[in-house]
């Protein structure tokens, strides 16, 4: 790849005694013409391989490459062309990634793409610094990790979806999970395609290039070192009920009141059927989808006793989903504990609250622009405490949809005892899309960072066990009724990841920021010195 020009100091000419020396003009060679071109095919194509790399497709060595051919294509530009080129590359990875997001519609589709391009124009600027160093895939690593983590951020609590970890569901890079967390992944993908870029663009000795192309398959093999968690000799026997919808899109929970509802107790009833029939295990406890009643039984005496009955009838402690109100204005996303005998007691709000969806983010603006932003009529606030709950004979994690892209959340529920991961989802507007595989991947991360199984129940799929080891067990068809019982391992060791918390994002972070800065301080001392002779 053959560097933009940059600009150089003034020469200067030969003086005779007494004279000031004159400016002379040096003229740089323009670059060929090809290289512009050049670069803008390789964002594009590395764009498209980072998507590829992502459910449904999965192709998951394809985000190395995708990143490699992002980092080629900024290798040796000046910042402003290096931000113009990680926003091409971000709209073409984002554009398809995100393409679940058109069932609320394609201008929310558009903006949120817009604005997540932004981040990675903002890195691809300040990596155009880095590559002026020595070992610049590592510190342009540490750059990548620092633009998901604002952009899990901000703005409205950011939007952790689409990060490069989470292409890795299960591969080769999968295991760095249990020492660094999601960052250490994505570092640990950017690192191997930074240095497959380097390969491709030293010049020199055959190995000179043979090095960091050996380095990029290292690292991935690398993974086979972290250390394995084995089974603890505890089981539990956990139903899955996935009930179905009747309605599509943002309509999903159709127009007749309850039928939600019904559908899940009606599902849970063919469970404790399948039971008494032996064609499956008794479980030791049962998890409905998130949502999986379409009306409030705290206040609806109807709602209450349909759910009772059919608890009841499983004879098993059940996690309920449910939208509950909060006074007259708002409302909760809600796991419920219910007992068969008792009833309703120990639940758990949901704390990353999709905006749009379950809020309205600066409210009163918004409403006063966009009629679909009434939508989402009463607010929901927030839970504030983590969703350790006593289930049975066990202590589940719940973590409620949206969250599990949330490092912080899950591993709280992790760390607050939480085993095994229970992750309720209500995906019934993005059926069909690849919303919902895109969503297991997460879970399969999630199960190797924390060395917890973690059981999906979803209103029209995907529901699933994942083991501990991110391999997906069992996992339900789209759009249909099922439920299962799975054995599922309870494990009470904690990885690296879940004690040490964030302490290797921030390192990654700061090794990616603070290369930028020396990469400008000696930039800056070199045109200092030139300036002098």
């Known amino acids: 790849m053959v560097q933009d020009s940059t600009s150089l100091p003034p020469a200067t000419g030969p003086t005779s005694a007494g004279e000031t020396a004159a400016p002379v003009s040096v003229a740089v060679p323009p670059s060929p013409r090809w290289v512009l071109p050049a670069r803008v095919a390789a964002a594009v194509a590395g764009g498209l391989a980072l998507f590829t790399a992502f459910p449904p497709l999965g192709w998951w060595p394809c985000a190395p490459l995708g990143i490699g051919l992002i980092a080629a294509s900024l290798y040796g530009t000046r910042p402003r062309r290096a931000a113009w080129l990680g926003y091409l590359a971000a709209a073409v990875f984002l554009f398809p990634t995100l393409a679940w997001v058109r069932s609320i519609g394609d201008d929310v589709w558009f903006m949120l793409v817009g604005i997540e391009s932004v981040f990675y124009a903002a890195m691809a600027a300040l990596a155009a610094f880095v590559f002026r160093l020595p070992a610049w895939p590592v510190w342009f690593g540490g750059l990548w990790v ?49 240095l497959a870029a380097m390969a491709v663009l030293t010049k020199g000795r055959v190995l000179r290039r043979a090095l ?44 007749e ?23 499956l295990p008794k479980p030791d406890l049962v998890i409905l989808p998130e949502n999986s009643t379409d009306i409030d039984p705290y206040r609806d005496a109807t709602a209450r006793e349909i759910i009772q009955d059919s608890v009841r009838d499983v004879g098993v402690p059940t996690l309920v989903g449910a939208v509950v109100a909060i006074g007259d204005e708002n409302r909760a996303t809600r796991s419920l504990v219910w007992d068969p005998v008792t009833g309703p007691g120990a639940y758990y709000d949901k704390q990353n609250l999709v905006p749009f969806g379950e809020y309205t983010p600066f409210k009163d603006l918004v409403l006063a622009l966009s009629t679909r932003a009434q939508l989402v009529g009463r607010q929901s606030v927030p839970g504030d405490r983590p969703g350790d709950l006593k289930l049975g004979p066990v202590t589940i994690g719940a973590v409620n949809c949206y969250e599990v892209a949330y490092d ?3 591993r709280d529920t992790v760390r607050a005892g939480g085993t095994p991961l229970v992750v309720q989802t209500n995906n019934a507007s993005y059926a069909l899309s690849n919303l919902p595989p895109q969503q297991l ?32 067990s069992w996992q339900s068809r789209e759009l249909v009724a099922a439920m299962n019982v799975v054995k599922v391992p309870v494990r009470t060791r904690e990885t690296l990841a879940t004690k040490v918390g964030a302490l290797p994002e921030w390192a990654l972070m700061l090794m990616g920021v603070a290369a930028v800065g020396v990469a400008a301080w000696r930039g800056r001392r070199r045109e200092d010195l030139m300036r002098n002779e």
């Open 146 to 194: 620092a633009m998901e983590w604002a952009r899990s951020l901000v703005p409205v609590g950011g939007f952790p979806w689409a990060r490069a970890a989470f292409s890795q569901g299960q591969s080769l890079f999968t295991p760095y999970a249990a020492l660094g967390g999601v960052p250490l992944v994505s570092f640990a993908v950017a690192l191997s395609g930074g």
């Open 212 to 255: 960091p192309l050996a380095l990029a398959l290292v690292v991935p093999v690398l993974g086979y070192a972290v250390p394995r968690y084995g089974d603890e000799g505890r089981y539990v026997n956990v139903g899955i009920v996935q009930g179905n919808v009747p309605g599509r899109g943002m309509y999903a929970l159709g127009d």
């Open 408 to 410: 912080g959340t899950v």
């Open 441 to 472: 991947a997460m879970s399969q991360l999630r199960a190797v960072e924390h060395n917890r199984a973690v059981v999906t129940a979803a209103t029209t799929g995907i529901s699933a066990y994942v083991t501990p080891e991110g391999k997906v």
């Open 257 to 279: 009141p309850a039928v939600v509802l019904k559908n899940h107790a009606n599902e849970t009833k063919r469970l404790a059927q399948a039971v008494r029939e032996g064609k």
